[in-house]
């Protein structure tokens, strides 16, 4: 599985690693190649060109860091772009919800649903400890609901009797009344396959839902059928609201199209594979280890999250000198209230300081919001480059321009410049206090007052 396209994706990256720098036109090459090996494997047109939309947007956003060789920072931005279309982060099957938790699982013929059931159904008896009940309603193929009773003793799970001649929707409901009486955590139903989705299965599989109204619908796909899965899966998906993907046989030696495909076709969290005949031969599906494996490049993507952190350090030194050497700048103030925005705004780092709920209810007494720092970095991206290096020359008609621009008044310029004017006051006499104390009374003096 991957083993191709993860030869040719390190195959590209061997050829810009022995460059010792790179232009934009490399950078294109090298995205361009990507998108054939990609395509060679089946992954759908409509996934590779998002792929390719967004590494280069991330291309155009990131900036070279120094340590690192910009061959490195493409490796660090393919390998962003995969785990994203995989879906950035693991998926669990929702098991909050009041129990039994309906677990249906559909799908194709032979994609592996009922062996699948088993296998969730071991998997959840055994570390997450529920009582698990499963039922097959398949009466099409003979044998099928024997098959899973087989199983179910196989992995020490209880089976809903067998009554010959019943119908799905009679068969769910029945189990759904056994789960309950019988105090089961969790039901999982499996259904019929069919070869090609037919209108009749859909039906069948939607009137189960209707009856029972799973909290999963789970759709179980052959990842060595590729393409075709992709247009089944969105089939599914019209019909039915599924709440997941599980793909099955990521043991063979598919390409990995579909893997690569279903997730961002669809909109489903791809939840879990299976990767064997075996009952343990299932995983949770991690979207990074998945790119890691296709890309075999987990070296280089920490080293250029270590040189970015590095950087992020170098920068705060940065500012530590200039507090100290009185350089602290309008443009400064105007990146530390940006920064204070991402930490969640003024409520967000008030609430993490020491005696923050007396503070909190003095907020949301006086209303304060973050337009405030919105307001303060309006009035400073107003101001020329001149005038935010050197504030002494904001006279009268500078200010007057400056609120116009930034659609405030004279008056909140004024109160900027003062605040401005007694956070570098205290800096310079406490310039050697420690940061952290020095930013929060600094910044305790951009807040209105009766919060200072
Ligand atoms: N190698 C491998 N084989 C698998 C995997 N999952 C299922 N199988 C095998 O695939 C075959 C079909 O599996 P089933 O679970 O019967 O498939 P199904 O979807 O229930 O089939 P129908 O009920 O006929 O539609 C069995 O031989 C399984 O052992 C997997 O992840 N890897
Ligand atoms: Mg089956």
Redesign the pocket.
């Known amino acids: 599985m991957f083993k191709n396209l993860s030869e040719r994706l390190t195959g590209i990256f061997d050829k810009l690693k022995s460059r010792g720098s790179l232009t934009e036109t490399d950078v294109d090459l090298a995205l361009r190649e990507v998108r054939v090996a990609l395509l060679e494997a089946d992954v759908s047109l409509e996934v590779v060109k998002e792929f390719l939309e967004k590494a280069k947007k991330k291309a155009i956003g990131s900036k070279i860091v120094k340590s690192i060789s910009p061959s490195q920072m493409v490796i660090k931005i393919v390998n962003d772009t995969l785990k994203e279309i995989l879906g950035n982060k693991e998926e669990p099957i929702n098991l909050k919800v009041t129990p039994p938790v309906i677990i249906l699982m559909v799908?194709l013929?032979?994609?592996?649903?009922?062996?699948?059931s088993a296998k969730i159904a071991k998997k959840l008896k055994d570390k997450d400890k529920k009582k698990v009940l499963m039922s097959s309603l398949?009466v099409q193929?003979p044998a099928?609901q024997e098959?899973l009773a087989t199983l179910g003793k196989q992995v020490d799970v209880s089976t809903v009797e067998i009554i010959k001649g019943e119908k799905p929707v009679k068969i769910a409901d029945r189990s759904l009344e056994q789960a309950k009486k019988e105090g089961f955590d969790v039901l999982i139903l499996?259904t019929?396959?069919r070869l090609q989705i037919d209108d009749e299965l859909m039906t069948e599989v939607e009137d189960v839902s209707k009856a029972v109204n799973p909290s999963e619908i789970l759709l179980?796909s052959d990842a060595m059928i590729g393409q075709e899965s992709v247009n089944v899966a969105k089939e599914f998906n019209n019909k039915l609201k599924l709440t997941g993907i599980i793909l099955?046989?990521?043991?063979?030696d598919a390409r990995g199209g579909a893997a690569l495909s279903m997730r961002s076709v669809t909109g489903c969290p791809i939840k879990l594979i299976?990767?064997?005949?075996k009952m343990e031969?299932i995983e949770v599906f991690h979207p990074d280890r998945i790119a890691n494996r296709i890309l075999g490049m987990g070296d280089v993507v920490s080293l250029v999250e270590e040189a970015s952190e590095t950087i992020k350090k170098e920068d705060a030194e940065k500012l530590d000198k200039k507090i100290k050497d009185g350089q602290f700048s309008l443009d400064d103030l105007s990146k530390q209230l940006g920064q204070m925005k991402k930490l969640g705004g003024i409520k967000g780092i008030l609430s993490k300081l020491p005696g923050a709920s007396k503070i909190q209810d003095q907020m949301n007494k006086s209303n304060i919001d973050d337009k405030v720092i919105l307001k303060q970095q309006a009035i400073i991206s107003s101001m020329t480059v001149e005038e935010k290096n050197n504030h002494k020359i904001i006279h009268a008609s500078r200010k007057k321009r400056i609120a116009s621009g930034s659609g405030t008044s004279v008056q909140e310029v004024n109160k900027l410049l003062k605040q401005y004017h007694t956070m570098l006051k205290m800096m310079k006499k406490y310039g050697n206090m420690d940061k952290k104390t020095l930013m929060r009374q600094g910044f305790g003096n951009m807040l209105p007052p009766g919060l200072q």
Do not use: M, N, W
Not at 248 to 252: I, Q, Y
Not at 274 to 277: A, H, Q, R, T, V
């Open positions: 799908g013929q032979g994609s592996g649903k009922t062996t699948t398949d193929r099928a098959q499996d019929a396959g179980v099955t046989r990521l043991d063979g299976g990767i064997g005949e031969a």
